[in-house]
């Protein structure tokens, strides 16, 4: 019985097909909200058919068909998205990193707020011009005393905070180096895995995600780029550095960066000498320039008002001679915003505002202190404290609003991407609902033609041949 021999066969071949079909779909329906993954398609395709034996060509006419069966198991992934995401996401990444450092250091310098060092300095300068219009009195004379101390904690809160974000991020590029190295580990790992399965025909679907999540985290933190090779593993690098080549990974590592302790350069393990890492993007690149480019500005633009400050203000106030005739002492002590201090050997008695002795209502010295507030200054490019210090602020809001708006308009571009990766890969559960109704039909009516086939069976064999009995 050729025919129904084939037929059952058939039949068969179609159960486990479509039985096949309906756990990929039930795989996809279960990893709907998997991050990285990507939806999964039995593709079914005819078997080669057979041709009619020559005893049994009188029984039908053409070639008997085989049935149907899963010929692969498809992925839906598109690389050209995911190298495009992947360039997208590293600058987005940078600019984000770089807006989140520059927010915190914004909030730390609170000029915005009633904190604000532009403020200190214009108390600064209004008791020097309240003293000059009475400068025997006393009252004014421990206000300023107040004003010049709350100026230098200013500047050394300001300096200490600047230097503690510093060390912070300094942290995180420590913290990142690790997380890079551990990522390159496990796709060197995968890359062993998937070439193995590629090597028996098949396709790794399941490592292939896990693959492509740990292929965007590299890209994020570096801008690491990837390319497929025809075995299935990829070839990782960074800056055109190698980092994975098949199953090797390399290492990057931190070492102390010369002249600036205790701050580390990241560098390439393996080379030697070492040399530095050319990051293309990346929250690592925006986290180094900030450490590295933007905060040491914002120190040393500190530094330079401060020791100016300091200098100048001594220089009249040296001059000058106290309500008990002292004469010589500076205001403050120190060089840098550090170092400022008030002068502990200042009291009001010998805060200097006359420009010369015995002559309590001489207020020339203090009317030239409090005139340094409009005065351009030579060492800080030839203008006032204040506006040296308010084009610091400004050029740092600049780059503030310019990295905020750089991180929204990539971030957007990212999402845009990421969505069209979604709709060519992710799960939709209505595309899957139907897929499954049509899949469960197929089953069911391959799994009836099998119970005919049954029916037909029994009836040959227990039916037929009763003659003689």
Do not use: C
Not at 18 to 29: C, F, M, P
Not at 73 to 87: A, K, P, T, V
Not at 286 to 307: F, K, S, Y
Not at 357 to 372: C, D, E, H, K, R
């Amino acid at each position: 019985m050729p025919g129904i021999s084939s037929g059952i066969h058939i039949a068969l071949q179609a159960i486990l097909a479509h039985a096949q079909t309906i756990e990929v779909i039930e795989h996809n329906v279960a990893n709907a909200n998997t991050p990285g993954y990507r939806r999964q398609s039995a593709i079914l395709e005819a078997t080669v058919p057979s041709p009619i034996l020559a005893a049994h060509k009188g029984m039908g006419a053409g070639m008997r068909g085989g049935g149907v069966r899963v010929a692969q198991i498809q992925r839906f992934n598109l690389e050209f998205f995911d190298g495009r995401y992947r360039s997208v996401s590293a600058s987005a990444k940078y600019w984000e990193a770089r807006r989140d450092i520059l927010v915190q250091i914004e909030a730390t310098l609170a000029e915005t707020s009633q904190d604000g060092l532009i403020n200190k300095l214009d108390q600064f300068w209004n008791s020097w011009q309240n003293l000059a219009g009475d400068p025997a009195n006393l009252s004014l004379r421990v206000s300023l005393l107040d004003d010049a101390r709350v100026l230098a904690e200013g500047f050394n809160r300001r300096w200490e905070q600047l230097q503690q974000i510093r060390l912070d991020q300094n942290q995180a590029v420590i913290s990142q180096v690790e997380q890079v190295n551990a990522y390159a580990d496990e796709v060197a790992r995968l890359n062993k895995e998937i070439a193995r399965v590629f090597s028996t025909g098949e396709r790794p679907n399941d490592l292939l995600d896990q693959r492509d999540r740990v292929l965007d985290r590299l890209a994020e933190l570096t801008g690491a780029v990837a390319h497929e090779q025809k075995n299935g593993e990829v070839m990782v690098s960074i800056g055109g550095h190698v980092l994975v080549m098949g199953v090797q990974a390399l290492h990057l590592t931190t070492r102390p960066k010369a002249g600036d302790t205790p701050m580390v350069e990241v560098v390439w393990q393996a080379d030697t000498p070492p040399q530095t890492v050319n990051l293309a993007g990346g929250s690592l690149k925006g986290i180094l320039e900030v450490r590295d480019e933007v905060i040491p500005q914002q120190i040393q633009g500190l530094n330079t008002l401060a020791g100016q400050m300091i200098q100048q203000v001594n220089a009249l106030h040296s001059s000058g001679f106290g309500l008990n005739g002292a004469t010589g002492l500076p205001l403050f002590n120190g060089t840098d915003a550090i170092t400022m201090r008030l002068n502990a050997a200042v009291d009001a008695q010998s805060l200097a505002a006359a420009d010369d002795s015995g002559q309590p209502g001489n207020n020339a010295v203090a009317m030239a202190i409090a005139a340094l507030r409009n005065q351009p200054i030579a060492g800080l490019g030839n203008v006032s404290p204040n506006e040296y210090y308010n084009g610091q602020i400004t050029s740092f809001g600049v780059l503030t609003k310019n990295a905020t708006q750089n991180s929204s308009t990539h971030g957007l571009v990212a999402k845009a991407l990421n969505d069209q990766r979604e709709a060519v890969g992710g799960v939709s559960l209505d595309e899957e609902a139907a897929n499954l109704a049509k899949a469960q039909r197929a089953y069911q009516a391959a799994a009836r033609v099998l119970t005919a086939y049954d029916e037909m069976l029994d009836r040959i064999i227990n039916g037929l041949g009763l003659v003689g009995r």
